[in-house]
């Protein structure tokens, strides 16, 4: 890539029909955990209209009342209005909740099995991940997916607050960023779509928006008299939600990681436990990434890699520092190997997952939150100086 570019990345809302239904599953996920720490969970969930769809593999101790953890995730978003299709007392829900395959439990469990290599606890599947950190942000984050973020939530806690009563959960936003020699200079545009009530007018909208959302949370040096503002451009959001649109678990991993900023390796996270290392893996990369990065041994840093079905250990691990490392890229993965392991019951342990956590991870990503790493501990910069020693 040139080091003079623009780069977008985008947001959704709590209100979008997918991520309604990634709320779902890790409330579904949550519930379980609170009763039963070791649960294994697999929740995916489909809305449209007036309907919800809950399915999956649960295998757990916990007992629940799944239609009550749906209607009451629904109503936290805020879909409570008379004039709401998708409303929480009103849906109609379907549960088609199964346990999980013995096949798969006996690869993650650590126990011994007949064709199983190892008895410790292995990858509930195969797959690769990916973790990445910059130093454009203070969260270590690329700053056009943070901005959006930000965009995000600050609509929805005015949202939430109840001081502008036209507002409806349904939103999108979207920052572009204009880099130089590879760095953020200047925000080209911005685009915030909000669902509204019927009767606000659209002026009244763009104009609150930017003045109380947009202006309020991008850094005043980053926008210009050349910053664009596309404002529900389409004229008018008033049907939105899954009556809108439909809505699916897992839709949402390019908002869920870097914005596009960094490469991903497929995996979606909402309604999935630790065992699963598309979730848990993913937070571990992100964990290692932004120590390198915390370190100083490098500016910008992605890690891949990948696990097969039952087996314990990492089929491969490699760092890519983008030409930004004090030293080798070798030498750093080494390092790296050294300070933090890649077992998948290692990474439970260290990130201490199994906790009712999920529905912090839910919205506006599921990185950069720095404020409780206490419960996001995979946003901690604990380990830089074992890995300064460790290149040493």
């Known amino acids: 890539m040139s080091k003079n570019y623009i780069f977008s990345s985008e947001s959704v809302g709590e209100g979008h029909p997918d991520k309604v239904c990634d709320t779902i599953s890790d409330a579904v996920l949550d519930a379980c955990l609170t009763q039963d720490p070791k649960s294994r969970v697999a929740c995916e969930t489909y ?8 399915g999956g593999e649960i295998t757990t101790k916990a007992k629940l009342d799944y ?14 209005h008379d004039d709401d299709v998708f409303h929480a007392d009103k849906v109609f829900i379907t549960n088609l909740i199964t346990s999980q ?3 798969i439990a006996q690869g993650v469990d650590a126990r011994a099995a007949d064709g199983k290599g190892t008895e410790e606890q292995g990858a509930g599947d195969q797959g690769l991940m990916f973790g990445f950190a910059c130093d454009e942000t203070p969260e270590l984050m690329p700053a056009p997916i943070m901005f959006a973020h930000r965009l995000g939530r600050e609509l929805t806690k005015v949202r939430k607050s109840g001081a502008v009563k036209w507002l ?3 939103a999108k936003s979207q920052v572009s960023v204009e880099y130089v020699d590879g760095r953020p200079v200047r925000i080209a545009n911005v685009v915030v779509s909000t669902q509204h009530a019927a009767d606000v007018k659209h002026k009244t909208i763009r104009d609150f928006i930017i003045r109380e959302i947009v202006k309020k949370v991008i850094p005043t040096e980053m926008l210009d008299r050349r910053t664009e503002y596309l404002i529900n451009p389409t004229g008018r959001f008033v049907v939105g939600g899954p009556q809108g649109d ?7 991993i390019i908002v869920d990681t870097y914005g596009g900023m960094g490469r991903h390796g497929g995996g979606a996270f909402s309604g999935k436990d630790p065992s699963k290392v598309d979730r848990s893996a993913a937070y571990m990369g992100r964990y290692v990434a932004k120590n390198v990065v915390a370190s100083g041994i490098a500016t ?7 696990y097969a079905i039952g087996h314990p250990d990492p089929v491969s691990v ?6 930004t490392g004090k030293v080798s890229d070798d030498v750093i993965t080494d390092a790296v190997r050294q300070v933090f392991s890649f077992k998948p019951a290692a990474i439970v342990k260290q990130l201490n997952l199994l ?13 950069g939150k720095v404020s409780d790493v206490a419960s996001i501990t995979w946003e901690k910069t604990d380990k830089t100086e074992a890995l300064r020693r460790a290149i040493k």
């Not at 439909?246 to 949402?252: H, P, S």
């Open 47 to 54: 809305a449209k209209s007036n309907i919800v769809v809950v």
């Open 67 to 80: 239609n009550a953890i749906v209607r009451d995730a629904i109503r936290e978003i805020g879909y409570v």
């Open 101 to 103: 395959s013995p096949d």
């Open 168 to 170: 409806r959960p349904d």
């Open 246 to 252: 439909t809505g699916l678990t897992g839709r949402k």
């Open 300 to 306: 910008r840093c992605e890690i891949q890699f990948a």
């Open 318 to 323: 490699a760092v890519d520092t983008f030409g």
């Open 355 to 367: 906790r009712p956590i999920y529905g912090k991870t839910t919205n506006y990503g599921h990185f």
